[in-house]
């Protein structure tokens, strides 16, 4: 890599057109996961070795319980075979993985893998990977507004003490930076929900390649345009 070439610290992926890479061959959509799931494997090898150090990238979101049931179910097994099949990768590469969502809705079995794996891979110091699981942005503000009328409800908050840095430690992310460079495939210009109040200063990077197309080369590009912009935060 060039010197003064600067990876994002933290990195978002909207990992879509799974749908359309399998309609174009020809196949179920189903097919699509499944490839998109290979992709996201290389992906976070990707970002591992090139030093990204959080890697957040949106699997499911409470939107999607509305896809016809099979496809729903196909990615609900998707993840119990994907949990199963890099607990050896994960930990034999110190990275760390998390879920960000609501467990509410999800069984019993597919919650035990996520709190095992998390676990099993909860020591990893070279990256924090996140998958974002019945995930929705909206839904994480509302979760953490509750938390915090709480804490003012039996009196260890005052709402003049709320302030930005409250919120954010009362989200799915707590300790986690704010991504600098949020990618999202297959052309589409819409955030969809997913890390709404993190990504108020985000970089975004949009390719028309539909996930199942996605590499390294195309993670790399992603990159190179991120170290093009200049990031002023509201500032000149
Ligand atoms: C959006 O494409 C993609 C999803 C809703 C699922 C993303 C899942 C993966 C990449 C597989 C990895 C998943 C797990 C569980 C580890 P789309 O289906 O909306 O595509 P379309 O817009 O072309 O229809």
Sequence with gaps: M????IIPKHVGIIMDGNGRWAKKRG???INGHKEGMLVLKKT?????????????VYAFSTENWKRPKLEVS?????????????????????VSLKFIGSRIGLDKKIISMMEMIETETGNGKDMVFSIAFNYGGR????????????LVKNGSLLPEDIDEELIS???????MPDPDLIIRTSGEFRISNFLIWQGAYSEYYITDTLWPDFNEEE???AFKVYNTRNRRFGGV
């Design 139 to 150: 839904m994480e503000i509302t979760d953490g507004v509750k938390n915090i009328a709480q």
């Design 27 to 29: 196949l179920l959509r």
């Design 169 to 175: 430690n009362n989200l799915y992310t707590k300790n």
């Design 74 to 94: 196909f990615l609900l097994n998707l993840l119990k075979y994907y949990i199963n099949s890099e607990l050896n990768y994960l930990k034999e590469n110190n």
């Design 219 to 221: 993670l790399i590009k």
């Design 44 to 56: 976070v090898e990707s970002c591992k070795n090139l030093g990204v150090d959080y890697l957040t």
């Design 2 to 5: 060039l010197k003064d070439f």
